[in-house]
């Protein structure tokens, strides 16, 4: 199983930005499909944002124009460059990743609170 670990999460003001990471423990991003969703106290987790194995990218709505997915081959990492941050988007951050049999691994989570 892949081991996923994210890193980048914290404390921002309203309209600042953050960058999460995500390192996989090997090589996997040719074969797997990986995202970002994110749980807010009393919520159902969501997903944020996707990247497919082929470099196709998927964003919710809530998220879209402001949030940015990217990966780094070289380093088996995932990013998610956070910008204009809104208090909404207070929730703990999960890593994701699913192969095309579908096994699936999940990060330990990272805090982001949006608040002045």
């Known amino acids: 199983q892949v081991q996923l670990v994210e890193s980048g999460g914290g404390l921002v003001q309203p309209g600042g930005s953050l960058r999460l990471s995500c390192a996989a423990s090997?090589?996997?991003?040719?074969?797997?499909?990986m995202g970002w969703y994110r749980q807010a106290p009393g919520q159902q987790r969501e997903l944020v944002a996707r990247i497919f194995s082929g470099g196709s990218t998927y964003y919710a709505d809530s998220v879209k124009g402001r949030f940015t997915i990217s990966r780094d081959n070289a380093k088996n990492t995932v990013y998610l460059q956070m910008s204009s941050l809104k208090p909404e988007d207070t929730a703990v951050y999960y890593c994701?990743?699913?192969?095309?049999?579908?096994?699936?691994?999940w990060g330990q989570g990272t805090q982001v609170t949006v608040s002045s």
């Open positions: 090997r090589n996997i991003f040719s074969s797997y499909n």
């Open positions: 994701h990743a699913r192969s095309w049999s579908n096994d699936e691994s």
